[in-house]
């Protein structure tokens, strides 16, 4: 592929397949979803209207851009806005991913071994958290206690550290529900002053006794089970809890924590393997192995415990149910620092803070267009981030190699229309947002998020669409 076609990402957000099944069964799924679905989803969420509303305007330039221009030869290029929308934008997901993993090993991972941890529940305990999403945090929280006592009870000290980073991960591999915690941790833990004692052998025995007992406590205290449900969990053999860490990264293992992170912070949601999708909506959804699995043999074991599914097969509105259930609210952060890595544990300054803050307030240009000046970090950064996606630089000009300028953001619709029918990249709208007017009523069930000490996803706000459009004659 050469760099031109690398570059030019004009991307038709309604040509997705995900776009198709919401635009044709959205209004019907949300009118019906106080009968078919609040009993086992929990009542609507306005969060899910709002998140899909702007997801449907992901990269359409029709809702606005920022014109960027040659200085050498003036030649100038559109740049959609994107929805940074969570869990329900793979797209923005995506790209939120490997700011994270770049984030990481430039910012945060200190250079020791480091492993990934990953903290599974009963099936019978999913069901709370589905209701009550505060839950989702609180395991988050549980799973760093977890391994806080442990390596204080490896390195018998009371007051060691380790590094935490954490993703919570509502999801399992065929979009069902099933809230888990993905971490990446030290293989050791930091003292006071700051030494790092590495444990690279731990007991996962007893570290699999801490988190049973962390999430039962935790549980109990909130009121959502009673002692008796613990002892049944606990007196059973297998109590479904799990632990595994089996994963390690060595020292200096850049690239795999970029590829963990993409991973344990990848959207739930995957395009690619929504392997079909009828007229009516209907949706075929494979697993991640797309590997076929060979029908047992007579006597096989697997016919006793059954097959593993790799493939699931929605009616529309069961698809759109399964994947919404996903979007997080606002301010529910599925991204989490503990220990030594929390802003406080790596002694995060506030100089970083107000960075980011001028980053966010530069691109939140739909509020402040007249006003904006195009400032080196912003367009540094922005720069960095596109070339890392996309392994070219959105500010070379492809005519002459000349940089290229941000010279102004258009947000007006009508402004976009006009320019965009004048330089002949103007696309009929066939589709419509689904209307407002039918929304049921809203009821709130969740309390409000208790957000932690720690200072999760700053950085995942700011991030501009990369879909890149040549602009041949529309001059300003
Ligand atoms: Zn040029
Ligand atoms: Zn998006």
């Known amino acids: 592929m050469d760099t031109t076609t690398k ?26 979803f106080p009968t078919l679905f609040q009993a086992k989803y929990g009542f609507w969420r306005p969060v899910i209207r709002k998140s899909l509303e702007k997801f449907m305007r ?42 994270l993993g770049r984030r990481l090993t430039t910012e945060i991972i200190q250079p020791v071994a480091h492993r990934q941890w990953v903290f599974t529940i009963p099936k019978r305990l999913r069901i709370y958290y589905r209701m009550d999403r505060r839950l989702l945090g609180k395991l988050s929280r549980c799973a760093y206690e977890t391994m806080r006592e442990l390596f204080r009870s490896e390195t018998a000290s009371d007051t060691v550290l380790p590094g935490m980073f954490s993703a919570i991960q509502s999801f399992g591999d065929l979009l069902n529900f099933h809230p888990h915690i993905h971490s990446i941790v030290t293989e050791g833990a930091y003292t006071d002053d700051d030494k790092f004692i590495p444990r690279p052998y731990v007991n996962l025995r007893t570290a699999l006794t801490i988190w049973e007992n962390n999430v039962c406590d935790m549980m109990l205290r909130e009121e959502k089970i009673s002692q008796e449900v613990v002892n049944q969990i606990k007196s059973q053999k297998h109590s479904g809890f799990s632990i595994d860490n089996s994963v390690r990264i060595s020292t200096g293992d850049n690239d795999g924590i970029h590829r963990l992170a993409e991973y344990i912070a990848r959207s739930p949601l995957s395009l690619a393997r929504m392997i079909s999708v009828d007229p009516d909506g209907s949706v075929v959804y494979r697993a991640s192995n797309k590997s ?14 059954g097959v593993k599914r790799n493939f699931q097969a929605f009616k529309p509105l069961d698809f759109l149910a399964e994947v919404t259930q996903h979007i997080p609210n606002k301010g529910e952060h599925q991204i989490r620092f503990y220990g030594r890595y929390s802003n406080k544990g790596r002694g995060y300054r506030q100089k970083k803070a107000d960075e980011l803050a001028e980053l966010n307030r530069l691109l939140d240009i739909r509020h402040r267009v007249e006003e904006i000046k195009v400032r080196s970090k912003f367009k540094l950064y922005w720069a960095a981030m596109i070339r890392l996606i996309f392994e070219v630089d959105p500010l070379k000009c492809q005519k002459c190699g000349g940089d290229m300028k941000i010279v102004g953001f258009i947000d007006s619709e009508a402004k976009a229309r006009d320019i965009l029918k004048s330089s002949g990249l103007w696309r009929d709208r066939k589709t419509r947002l689904p209307p407002k007017a039918l929304s049921p009523p809203q009821k709130q069930v969740n309390s409000p998020i208790v957000i932690e000490s720690t200072k999760p996803e700053e950085f995942g706000d700011f991030i501009p669409d990369y879909d890149v459009c040549e602009v041949s004659e529309w001059t300003e």
């Open 292 to 305: 076929c699995v060979p029908y047992p043999a007579m006597g096989d074991d697997t016919f006793k415990t």
């Open 58 to 99: 992901c990269g359409d330039l029709r809702e606005g851009f920022a014109i960027v221009r040659c200085k050498d030869c003036g030649d100038e290029k559109f740049v959609a806005f994107s929805c940074k929308q969570r869990s329900c934008c793979p797209s923005c997901d995506k790209k939120r991913s490997i700011i």
């Open 7 to 32: 570059f030019y990402q004009p991307r038709h957000p309604e040509d997705s397949p995900f776009f198709k099944v919401l635009e044709a069964n959205f209004d019907t799924f949300e009118v019906n």
